[in-house]
């Protein structure tokens, strides 16, 4: 195909790794305000909620991002898999190990301190005799935010780990991929354009509130059905844009107007959901791809991308904890960030980069080099 593409054939070096930096980052300053002010008074108040008519704010743009540049690298990560069983190692040391130990220093420490329990070995004990342990385990096993609700009581938000929620939804969409296989549709391209209309239109009928209406009822196994189709329709999205990756042409004109239609999507039509997920995307590998900008090294040190969304909540719950009478949502920002960056980068070197280097010991190894880089494994 003539004409500069949207994505180059070689899809490394590229922009992600800043992009989901970035990301991450954006979900610390959107839960500032949920929970220093509550969820009532954060869908008044964070900024991108008010820009959008309380559509949407900022931190759920950035899990929708997310789950677009899963759909994109998964995709290619499925690819260039020797098997399932290979697919799916990768899969499970890239989510579990780092979700598992962020989830018992969030019981262990976070949430003891936040109980209201003496800071002794009585008040541990009681702690612990609390907690529901049969549950907890189970929502851990599930990739689920802990099912009790008993911390940091008399605070405008009480979850002790509440953003590690869309996990079991992102895992369930790593699944989709064997799942086409099984059928013979993953090597098929207008399976996933199919697949992608199809989710699109039961969103459209979910917000239309048509079909599948909200239920806030918490389930002991899995996370709230509602959700699944959006984020199936994300994730298929950038999926759509790696398997037409050689035929989606890279222009301003059509980055102009991706960004024009967002722009109305918020302000003067609420319909950011039918917008975003190809508007967003393109704008996305727009930037991702963009050979004049040159961001391609700032992962160098590690991808700190996940640590910050697993450890990001916890931290600003006990930020919040002893400092809420003298910050309020932008400082309760300021102060998290760093300190959840540090974080981050000790679960980067302590756990998430020695299990993506047992992956080359536990998956048998492919007969070609491998082309898929740790950082493309998110």
């Known amino acids: 195909m003539g004409g500069r593409l949207l994505t180059p054939g070689k899809i490394f070096p590229n922009n992600l790794d800043f992009i989901r930096f970035c990301l991450a980052t954006s979900v610390i300053f959107c839960h500032s305000f949920v929970i220093y002010l509550g969820f009532d008074k954060f869908k008044v108040t964070e900024p991108f909620m008010i820009w959008s008519q309380q559509q949407i704010s900022i931190g759920t743009v950035a899990v929708n991002f997310f789950f677009i540049i899963s759909g994109f690298l998964i995709l290619k990560s499925f690819e260039s898999s020797r098997s399932t069983i290979e697919y799916l190692k990768k899969r499970i040391l890239r989510i579990y190990p780092g979700f598992i130990v962020a989830i018992f220093v969030s ?16 008040g541990y004990y009681n702690y612990f005799k609390n907690l529901n342990i049969l549950k907890e385990f189970i929502h851990l096993a599930t990739l689920q935010s802990p099912y009790q609700r008993i911390f940091f009581l008399g605070f405008p938000e009480p979850g002790l780990n509440d953003s590690v929620w869309t996990i079991q939804f992102e895992f369930v969409c ?19 354009l199919i697949a992608f209309a199809l989710a699109y239109f039961i969103v459209f ?32 999205a950038g999926a759509c844009f790696y398997q037409y990756r050689n035929f989606i042409p890279r222009n301003i004109m059509l980055a102009v107007l991706s960004f024009i239609a967002i722009v109305i999507s918020f302000t ?5 959901d039918q917008v975003f997920p190809i508007a967003g995307s393109y704008l996305l590998f727009h930037f991702a791809f963009n050979e004049k900008i040159s961001l391609q090294n700032f992962a160098k040190y590690g991808d700190f991308s996940y640590g910050i969304y697993l450890y990001a909540w916890p931290i600003q719950e006990l930020v919040n904890y002893f400092f809420y009478s003298h910050i309020g949502p932008y400082k309760l920002f300021i102060i998290s960030t760093p300190l959840t960056f540090i974080a981050a980068v000790i679960s980067w070197y302590l756990v998430e980069k020695p299990f993506l280097n047992l992956k080359d010991k536990i998956v048998k190894q492919p007969v070609m080099p491998p082309t898929v880089s740790i950082n493309e494994l998110n």
């Open 107 to 122: 019981f262990i420490f976070v949430g003891f301190w936040g109980s209201g329990n003496p800071y002794n070995w009585e």
């Open 205 to 236: 009928l979910q917000l239309k509130g048509i079909i599948f209406p909200y239920s806030g009822k918490r389930h002991l196994f899995y996370g709230n059905p509602y959700f699944l189709p959006k984020f199936i329709m994300y994730f298929l």
């Open 174 to 192: 790593y699944l989709l991929l064997p799942l086409f296989a099984l059928f013979a549709f993953s090597k098929k391209k207008w399976f996933f």
């Open 268 to 272: 003067l039509i609420k319909c950011v």
